[in-house]
């Protein structure tokens, strides 16, 4: 058996001559592929990730996110557009398309993301988008009544943790 390889965050392939506009592209890129290793290249060792579901991720945590994310969407696409970065931040806005497997239900999540750099990596990344509108999408009729309430969006919260830290426990 061989030994994992590392992966590099490869941020070649784009024209544009900013090294950070760039390395989101390559982050996009990957995910598109659905490249989760290539994905986590593009982290900082000491990243935070947050966004609405996932509220607080430091480090490999954010990685495995990715992973268990790319690994479960079977039918997840990804387009992303609108990058833009200096020397210090980023942002870019990316859809997200995908069958929820807890209910069937298709979800096309729109997502505007920001990031902070350090050392030519992502060192913050956060991703905005309305729950209230995923839990439309995704939970369907339950979602319309009651995807607003603070006990729902704190379930939906629990449950993607608990999944995560399973999936993470199994990786270590």
């Known amino acids: 058996m061989n030994p994992p390889r590392k992966t590099v965050c490869d941020?070649?392939?784009?024209?544009?001559?900013?090294?950070?506009?760039?390395l989101i592209?390559?982050?996009?890129?990957?995910?598109?592929?659905?490249?989760?290793?290539?994905m986590?290249?593009?982290?900082?060792?000491?990243?935070k990730f947050s966004d609405p579901v996932f509220t607080d991720l430091?480090?490999?945590l954010a990685g495995d996110m990715w992973r268990m994310?790319?690994?479960r969407g079977k039918d997840l696409e990804v387009?992303?557009?609108?990058?833009?970065?200096?020397?210090?931040?980023?942002?870019?806005?990316?859809?997200?398309?995908?069958?929820?497997?807890?209910?069937?239900?298709?979800v096309l999540n729109r997502i505007d993301a920001s990031f902070r750099?350090?050392?030519g990596l992502v060192i913050e990344h956060r991703d905005d988008f309305p729950l209230y509108k995923w839990t439309r999408m995704a939970l369907g009729p339950a979602g319309v009544l009651l995807g607003w309430t603070p006990m729902v969006q704190g379930k939906i919260r629990k449950q993607a943790r608990q999944q995560l830290d399973k999936?993470?426990?199994?990786r270590a």
């Open 117 to 119: 750099f350090k050392d």
């Open 79 to 106: 387009e992303f557009s609108k990058v833009t970065a200096d020397d210090d931040t980023g942002s870019a806005h990316w859809d997200a398309s995908y069958t929820f497997a807890a209910t069937g239900r298709k």
């Open 11 to 22: 941020t070649r392939r784009v024209s544009d001559p900013h090294p950070n506009h760039q």
């Open 40 to 47: 986590a290249a593009c982290y900082h060792a000491d990243v």
């Open 69 to 71: 994310l790319c690994e």
């Open 25 to 38: 592209t390559t982050f996009y890129e990957a995910f598109a592929r659905r490249d989760a290793e290539a």
């Open 167 to 170: 999936y993470s426990a199994k």
């Open 58 to 60: 430091r480090g490999q």
